[in-house]
Protein backbone atom coordinates (compact mmCIF):
# COMPACT_ATOMS: atom_id res chain seq x y z
CA UNK A 1 0.00 0.00 0.00
CA UNK A 2 1.58 2.98 -0.85
CA UNK A 3 1.35 6.01 1.92
CA UNK A 4 0.51 9.73 0.88
CA UNK A 5 0.70 12.65 2.89
CA UNK A 6 -0.93 16.11 2.56
CA UNK A 7 0.55 18.92 4.65
CA UNK A 8 -2.17 21.21 7.14
CA UNK A 9 -3.96 23.65 5.15
CA UNK A 10 -3.17 27.19 5.03
CA UNK A 11 -6.30 29.38 6.57
CA UNK A 12 -7.58 31.88 4.45
CA UNK A 13 -5.33 35.13 4.24
CA UNK A 14 -8.60 37.77 4.74
CA UNK A 15 -9.97 35.62 7.85
CA UNK A 16 -9.73 37.81 11.08
CA UNK A 17 -8.76 36.14 14.83
CA UNK A 18 -11.47 34.60 15.88
CA UNK A 19 -12.78 34.60 19.72
CA UNK A 20 -14.91 32.15 21.50
CA UNK A 21 -17.14 32.73 24.21
CA UNK A 22 -19.70 30.74 26.42
CA UNK A 23 -22.52 33.61 25.72
CA UNK A 24 -26.04 32.22 25.46
CA UNK A 25 -28.15 32.84 22.62
CA UNK A 26 -30.69 35.95 23.01
CA UNK A 27 -34.01 35.98 22.34
CA UNK A 28 -34.44 36.81 18.15
CA UNK A 29 -36.09 39.53 16.35
CA UNK A 30 -38.30 36.99 14.01
CA UNK A 31 -38.74 33.49 13.67
CA UNK A 32 -35.77 31.50 12.21
CA UNK A 33 -35.81 31.69 8.29
CA UNK A 34 -35.45 28.60 7.00
CA UNK A 35 -32.54 27.78 4.44
CA UNK A 36 -32.64 24.92 1.63
CA UNK A 37 -30.89 21.72 2.09
CA UNK A 38 -28.30 20.33 -0.33
CA UNK A 39 -26.47 17.97 -1.28
CA UNK A 40 -23.06 16.78 -2.80
CA UNK A 41 -21.33 13.71 -4.31
CA UNK A 42 -17.32 13.77 -5.05
CA UNK A 43 -15.86 10.58 -6.35
CA UNK A 44 -11.93 10.24 -5.65
CA UNK A 45 -9.43 8.85 -8.15
CA UNK A 46 -9.38 5.71 -6.70
CA UNK A 47 -13.15 5.37 -6.73
CA UNK A 48 -14.29 6.43 -2.79
CA UNK A 49 -17.50 7.88 -3.12
CA UNK A 50 -17.71 10.98 -0.25
CA UNK A 51 -21.48 12.15 0.31
CA UNK A 52 -22.32 15.51 2.52
CA UNK A 53 -25.55 16.49 2.98
CA UNK A 54 -27.58 19.63 4.72
CA UNK A 55 -30.76 19.90 6.46
CA UNK A 56 -33.16 21.88 8.45
CA UNK A 57 -31.02 24.56 7.87
CA UNK A 58 -32.29 28.00 9.80
CA UNK A 59 -30.98 31.21 10.49
CA UNK A 60 -32.50 33.66 12.96
CA UNK A 61 -31.28 37.56 13.32
CA UNK A 62 -30.62 38.42 16.72
CA UNK A 63 -29.25 41.15 18.47
CA UNK A 64 -25.55 41.46 18.54
CA UNK A 65 -24.14 41.34 22.42
CA UNK A 66 -21.98 44.59 22.12
CA UNK A 67 -25.17 46.73 21.02
CA UNK A 68 -22.83 49.22 20.07
CA UNK A 69 -24.17 49.63 16.34
CA UNK A 70 -21.08 47.85 14.74
CA UNK A 71 -22.24 44.46 15.50
CA UNK A 72 -24.44 41.83 13.67
CA UNK A 73 -25.07 38.67 15.39
CA UNK A 74 -27.95 35.66 14.05
CA UNK A 75 -28.46 32.10 15.51
CA UNK A 76 -28.11 29.31 12.79
CA UNK A 77 -29.14 25.61 13.37
CA UNK A 78 -28.76 22.76 10.81
CA UNK A 79 -28.16 18.73 10.20
CA UNK A 80 -24.90 17.74 8.37
CA UNK A 81 -24.02 14.33 7.23
CA UNK A 82 -21.27 12.91 5.29
CA UNK A 83 -21.35 9.35 4.23
CA UNK A 84 -18.25 7.29 2.72
CA UNK A 85 -18.27 3.91 0.62
CA UNK A 86 -15.15 3.33 2.08
CA UNK A 87 -12.24 4.21 4.23
CA UNK A 88 -12.05 7.02 7.42
CA UNK A 89 -12.39 10.71 7.10
CA UNK A 90 -12.62 13.92 9.23
CA UNK A 91 -15.79 16.44 9.24
CA UNK A 92 -15.32 20.21 9.77
CA UNK A 93 -18.72 22.44 10.24
CA UNK A 94 -18.44 26.36 9.92
CA UNK A 95 -19.47 29.46 8.54
CA UNK A 96 -17.62 31.54 5.71
CA UNK A 97 -18.96 35.28 6.99
CA UNK A 98 -18.51 38.59 5.27
CA UNK A 99 -18.45 42.13 6.10
CA UNK A 100 -20.38 44.56 3.47
CA UNK A 101 -19.09 41.59 0.98
CA UNK A 102 -21.39 39.27 -1.41
CA UNK A 103 -20.13 35.85 -0.58
CA UNK A 104 -22.63 33.97 -2.94
CA UNK A 105 -19.44 33.21 -5.42
CA UNK A 106 -17.08 33.06 -2.46
CA UNK A 107 -16.53 28.98 -3.42
CA UNK A 108 -13.42 28.34 -5.28
CA UNK A 109 -10.12 28.64 -4.04
CA UNK A 110 -11.60 28.42 -0.02
CA UNK A 111 -11.51 24.62 -0.02
CA UNK A 112 -7.73 24.60 1.29
CA UNK A 113 -9.02 27.76 3.63
CA UNK A 114 -10.73 25.34 5.81
CA UNK A 115 -8.57 23.77 8.50
CA UNK A 116 -9.40 20.33 9.51
CA UNK A 117 -6.79 20.21 12.13
CA UNK A 118 -7.82 23.30 13.93
CA UNK A 119 -8.89 23.08 17.06
CA UNK A 120 -12.97 22.85 17.53
CA UNK A 121 -15.32 25.49 18.29
CA UNK A 122 -18.38 24.80 21.12
CA UNK A 123 -21.52 24.44 19.31
CA UNK A 124 -23.13 24.95 22.49
CA UNK A 125 -21.48 28.39 22.70
CA UNK A 126 -21.00 31.38 20.14
CA UNK A 127 -18.17 32.51 18.33
CA UNK A 128 -17.51 36.66 18.11
CA UNK A 129 -15.76 37.60 14.73
CA UNK A 130 -14.21 40.89 14.51
CA UNK A 131 -14.50 41.76 10.83
CA UNK A 132 -14.32 45.74 9.20
CA UNK A 133 -16.26 46.52 6.05
CA UNK A 134 -14.48 44.26 3.00
CA UNK A 135 -12.93 41.68 5.40
CA UNK A 136 -14.15 37.86 5.00
CA UNK A 137 -13.35 35.28 7.53
CA UNK A 138 -13.68 31.40 7.73
CA UNK A 139 -15.20 30.50 11.28
CA UNK A 140 -14.56 27.27 12.45
CA UNK A 141 -17.14 25.78 13.91
CA UNK A 142 -16.76 21.65 14.94
CA UNK A 143 -14.90 18.93 13.62
CA UNK A 144 -15.47 15.05 14.06
CA UNK A 145 -13.81 11.67 13.02
CA UNK A 146 -16.03 9.17 10.39
CA UNK A 147 -15.05 5.92 11.18
CA UNK A 148 -18.29 3.76 10.42
CA UNK A 149 -19.09 5.15 6.91
CA UNK A 150 -21.31 8.14 8.54
CA UNK A 151 -21.25 10.59 10.79
CA UNK A 152 -23.54 13.22 11.77
CA UNK A 153 -23.70 16.32 13.52
CA UNK A 154 -26.10 18.64 14.58
CA UNK A 155 -25.81 22.62 15.39
CA UNK A 156 -28.95 24.10 17.03
CA UNK A 157 -29.42 27.78 18.21
CA UNK A 158 -25.42 28.44 17.28
CA UNK A 159 -24.60 32.30 18.06
CA UNK A 160 -22.80 34.31 15.58
CA UNK A 161 -21.67 37.39 16.38
CA UNK A 162 -19.60 39.81 13.71
CA UNK A 163 -17.83 43.13 15.40
CA UNK A 164 -17.10 46.11 13.63
CA UNK A 165 -19.11 45.84 10.99
CA UNK A 166 -20.55 48.98 9.94
CA UNK A 167 -22.36 47.73 7.55
CA UNK A 168 -24.64 44.36 6.54
CA UNK A 169 -22.82 41.63 7.41
CA UNK A 170 -23.86 38.13 5.45
CA UNK A 171 -22.79 34.05 6.41
CA UNK A 172 -23.34 30.75 4.74
CA UNK A 173 -22.36 27.40 6.15
CA UNK A 174 -19.41 25.27 4.53
CA UNK A 175 -19.40 21.60 5.21
CA UNK A 176 -15.86 20.08 4.19
CA UNK A 177 -15.10 16.19 4.37
CA UNK A 178 -11.70 14.98 3.61
CA UNK A 179 -11.25 10.85 3.53
CA UNK A 180 -8.86 7.87 2.49
CA UNK A 181 -8.01 4.49 2.91
CA UNK A 182 -6.38 4.52 6.63
CA UNK A 183 -6.46 8.56 7.01
CA UNK A 184 -4.61 10.06 9.89
CA UNK A 185 -3.68 13.34 11.17
CA UNK A 186 -0.89 12.52 13.46
CA UNK A 187 2.18 14.86 13.73
CA UNK A 188 -0.31 18.10 12.59
CA UNK A 189 -0.28 15.70 9.23
CA UNK A 190 -2.83 13.89 6.75
CA UNK A 191 -1.80 10.90 5.66
CA UNK A 192 -3.62 8.15 3.94
CA UNK A 193 -2.86 4.75 2.17
CA UNK A 194 -5.25 5.98 -0.80
CA UNK A 195 -5.75 8.99 -3.08
CA UNK A 196 -7.22 11.85 -0.69
CA UNK A 197 -10.87 12.75 -1.80
CA UNK A 198 -11.78 16.19 -0.55
CA UNK A 199 -15.20 17.81 -1.01
CA UNK A 200 -16.80 20.84 0.41
CA UNK A 201 -20.59 21.69 0.63
CA UNK A 202 -21.54 25.21 1.12
CA UNK A 203 -25.10 26.36 2.27
CA UNK A 204 -27.21 29.63 0.96
CA UNK A 205 -26.28 32.58 2.39
CA UNK A 206 -28.29 34.38 5.36
CA UNK A 207 -28.07 37.90 6.62
CA UNK A 208 -26.84 38.81 10.23
CA UNK A 209 -28.26 42.29 10.22
Do not use: W
Amino acid sequence: MRKQIMRKAVVLGAAAAIGISGAAVGAGHADAAKLPGGSKTTTGIDGQKVTIKRSGESARIQRSVANNGAGRAAAVSGTYSATLSKGTGSMTVGYLVGCQVNIDGLEGGLSGAIDILASSGSLSGALSIPLTPGEVAFVHSDSMPIKKSKATLLVDGFHLDVQKCGGYAEARSAVQVIAAEGLSTEDDELSGDSGFVQSTLYGSKFSLG
